[in-house]
């Protein structure tokens, strides 16, 4: 077990307690809804699907929806949930992409929200990624703007300080993704040690698997 997986399974059964989460999780949904048609014959996948706060959103619009996530204690919330809910079509899994392991399956739409900042390079995880989407499939993936270190009160488990959208997007192309198109899907207004107020942009990058010929 690595050092980021221990502090996300210590944080796990108090991560539904602050609102902010829920809210930026309804955010995220609606701009990717607004972006990808989302048809009830889908499978999707959350990728580092935390307790499943973006995960559940999508379970009413899809066939399927997995989330994945290397936290075996926030894994343990979702699937609590799943159980309290009785829902059918909803999976969890514990599998590290980061350090290669790769989900059974293929998906039509794979999202991400706030997961990328942990990983420490980024580039290979988006290249298995962009290998689980069928073809014409999507990959949607939210996280910060740089934020200057601003965002986390501490840097343990934090990798990078938000992303540059353009180098991002580079990174999307790098991985054999098209139509990659970027706009801001929420913002999030957090509270600094100090007390202060500040609003943090979070974007969502989308971008295409190409069909086969």
Not at 7 to 12: G, L, M, P, S
Not at 97 to 117: A, C, Q, R, W
């Amino acid at each position: 077990m690595n050092e980021e997986t221990t502090i996300f399974d210590n944080r796990a059964a108090a991560w539904d307690d602050i609102p902010r989460r829920a809210k930026l999780a309804a955010d995220v949904a609606r701009a990717i809804c607004n972006t990808v048609k989302i048809i009830p014959e889908m499978d999707v996948l959350d990728f580092g699907c935390g307790t499943g706060l973006l995960t559940l959103r999508f379970q009413p619009l899809a066939r399927s929806i997995t989330g994945i996530d290397s936290s075996k204690g926030m894994l343990a919330v979702l699937e609590e949930k799943i159980r309290e809910q009785g829902l059918t079509n909803v999976t969890a899994q514990c599998i590290d992409v980061e350090n290669g392991k790769i989900p059974d399956g293929k998906y039509d739409l794979i999202v991400s929200s706030m997961t990328f900042h942990h990983i420490r390079d980024v580039q290979p995880v988006l290249a298995i990624l962009s290998t689980l989407l069928k073809p014409a499939g999507t990959l949607a993936i939210a996280d910060l703007d740089n934020d200057n270190g601003k965002f986390h009160d501490t840097p343990e488990g934090v990798f990078h300080n938000g992303f540059d959208r353009y180098i991002m997007k580079n990174q999307f192309e790098a991985a054999g993704l098209t139509c990659v198109r970027n706009r801001t899907a929420a913002i999030v207004q957090k509270e600094s040690p100090s007390g202060e107020i500040r609003p943090f942009t979070v974007f969502l990058m989308t971008g295409r698997k190409e069909m086969t010929v």
